[in-house]
């Protein structure tokens, strides 16, 4: 199988920034076309922040966190990063991280096009 692990959340002031990472293993990591990050609070639906192709790095970010979210990988490592800036109070939520399998245009951010899934990292950001 694939495991997804997440790392790297906490509790941050508004402003500040965080790097989150997503390292994944296992036999069927071959498979792995692309990794995106999601984030779920309570109460709300899960929504990505970013998703990329881990062959030629492209890469999609919805423009709600387009200007403060950015994601990155290392292919040695087979670690994907999300690098968080200026946060929000309201991006408070855990984060996930989700690799998949698929080539489209663009790398996909609905999260039924992703197979394997970590269990999530909190993110904590005060006012």
């Known amino acids: 199988q694939l495991q997804v692990v997440e790392s790297g959340g906490g509790l941050v002031q508004a402003g500040g920034s965080l790097r989150l990472s997503c390292a994944f293993s296992?036999?069927?990591?071959?498979?792995?076309?692309?990794i995106a990050w999601f984030r779920q609070a309570p109460g709300k639906e899960r929504e990505a922040v970013s998703a990329i192709y881990f062959g030629d790095g492209s890469t999609n970010t919805p423009r709600s966190v387009e200007n403060r979210f950015t994601i990155s990988k290392d292919n040695a490592k087979n670690t994907v990063y999300l690098q968080m800036n200026n946060l929000k109070p309201e991006d408070t939520a855990k984060y996930l991280c989700?690799?998949?399998?698929?080539?489209?245009?663009?790398?996909?951010?609905?999260?039924?096009?992703?197979?394997?899934w970590g269990q999530g990292t909190q993110v904590t950001v005060s006012s």
């Open positions: 989700a690799a998949g399998r698929g080539i489209w245009e663009m790398p996909p951010l609905e999260d039924w096009e992703y197979d394997w």
């Open positions: 296992g036999f069927r990591i071959k498979e792995i076309s692309l």
